[in-house]
């Protein structure tokens, strides 16, 4: 029987290389078939107008106005200190109890109609309910991001409890160890590279959340930005924030994933 190529094998493992060079193809089909639709001197020679999908080599163009004109670099700190702070609230309390939830059956009882019912409610139906409670300022912002990120991380750190295998609590238990010494020192430190990892996870969606907490009311941020130019122009500006946006996410995951390697070193 013939062998199946690497690159059609179920679960195969691919060389650096090959990964690389297939990921280049996708992003530049992309953006080739992003030229293509928008390419022609004029409105009439475009299969789509610069209204809905401008070139990529306008939106280029246009990049050097967001910093000269409409201060992209202030509106970058604001916006990671509002998702930086929001994730850190959310983290603060979904951390603890998601461990308390998946060690202790009673709390996960409790709990668990207030985890499911937060995690059917859309998260843009939490702005105009921030709104209402925390009013137009920062603390509205901050406090919509903490909320839309606590109702995504509780559920992902429970599981990451819930993982660990129960050898290590029959082992635990053999020797001795207390409910509590279990907690602390079996299944936490088990646990914790898939804890660190959701919580990169999470705050890396944070950022895609940005743009519905800075929707309404915001002087500085990349969703003000985006929301200005949706109704002042130019247009090209929204697709270059949000090129923007994926710029940092990146950056962001890439330096998150080097800590990760530093902190758990035993994982490779």
Same mark, same amino acid.
């Given at each position: 029987?013939?062998?199946?190529?690497?690159?059609?094998? $179920?679960?195969?493992?691919?060389?650096?290389?090959?990964?690389?060079?297939?990921?280049?193809?996708?992003?530049? $089909?992309?953006?080739?078939?992003?030229?293509?639709?928008?390419?022609?001197?004029?409105?009439?020679?475009?299969?789509?107008?610069?209204?809905?999908?401008?070139?990529?080599?306008?939106?280029?163009?246009?990049?050097?106005?967001?910093?000269?004109?409409?201060?992209?670099?202030?509106?970058?700190?604001?916006?990671?200190?509002?998702?930086?702070?929001?994730?850190?609230?959310?983290?603060?309390?979904?951390?603890?109890?998601?461990?308390?939830?998946?060690?202790?059956?009673?709390?996960?009882?409790?709990?668990?109609?207030?985890?499911?019912?937060?995690?059917?409610?859309?998260?843009?139906?939490?702005?105009?309910?921030?709104?209402?409670?925390?009013?137009?300022?920062?603390?509205?912002?901050?406090?919509?991001?903490?909320?839309?990120?606590?109702?995504?991380?509780?559920?992902? $750190?429970?599981?990451?409890?819930?993982?660990?295998?129960?050898?290590?609590?029959?082992?635990?238990?053999?020797?001795?160890?207390?409910?509590?010494?279990?907690?602390?020192?079996?299944?936490?430190?088990?646990?914790?590279?898939?804890?660190?990892?959701?919580?990169?996870?999470?705050?890396?969606?944070?950022?895609?959340?940005?743009?519905?907490?800075?929707?309404?009311?915001?002087?500085?941020?990349?969703?003000?930005?985006?929301?200005?130019?949706?109704?002042?122009?130019?247009?090209?500006?929204?697709?270059?924030?949000?090129?923007?946006?994926?710029?940092?996410?990146?950056?962001?995951?890439?330096?998150?994933?080097?800590?990760?390697?530093?902190?758990?070193?035993?994982?490779?």
């Amino acid at each position: 029987m013939m062998l199946a190529p690497v690159q059609f094998k $179920i679960r195969g493992d691919s060389a650096p290389r090959s990964r690389f060079l297939l990921g280049a193809a996708s992003v530049t $089909i992309v953006l080739l078939l992003w030229w293509l639709l928008t390419a022609g001197e004029s409105v009439e020679t475009r299969y789509l107008s610069p209204q809905i999908l401008p070139n990529p080599v306008e939106v280029l163009q246009s990049s050097g106005s967001l910093y000269t004109e409409r201060n992209l670099t202030t509106s970058i700190a604001y916006s990671f200190f509002r998702t930086t702070v929001g994730f850190l609230i959310a983290a603060l309390i979904a951390v603890p109890l998601g461990i308390l939830m998946a060690s202790f059956t009673s709390v996960r009882d409790f709990f668990r109609p207030l985890s499911t019912i937060g995690g059917y409610i859309p998260i843009a139906v939490l702005v105009p309910l921030t709104l209402s409670w925390f009013g137009l300022g920062e603390k509205q912002k901050i406090l919509f991001l903490a909320i839309a990120t606590f109702v995504m991380l509780l559920p992902l $750190i429970v599981n990451a409890i819930d993982q660990v295998d129960d050898v290590y609590l029959q082992t635990a238990y053999t020797l001795g160890a207390t409910p509590w010494q279990t907690v602390f020192y079996v299944l936490v430190p088990v646990a914790l590279v898939g804890i660190y990892d959701y919580l990169c996870l999470t705050y890396g969606i944070g950022w895609g959340y940005i743009i519905l907490a800075e929707v309404i009311d915001a002087r500085f941020g990349l969703g003000s930005l985006i929301i200005t130019s949706q109704r002042r122009g130019p247009y090209e500006h929204v697709y270059a924030v949000l090129i923007v946006i994926i710029l940092i996410s990146i950056l962001i995951n890439n330096a998150l994933a080097y800590v990760g390697k530093w902190l758990f070193p035993y994982r490779e």
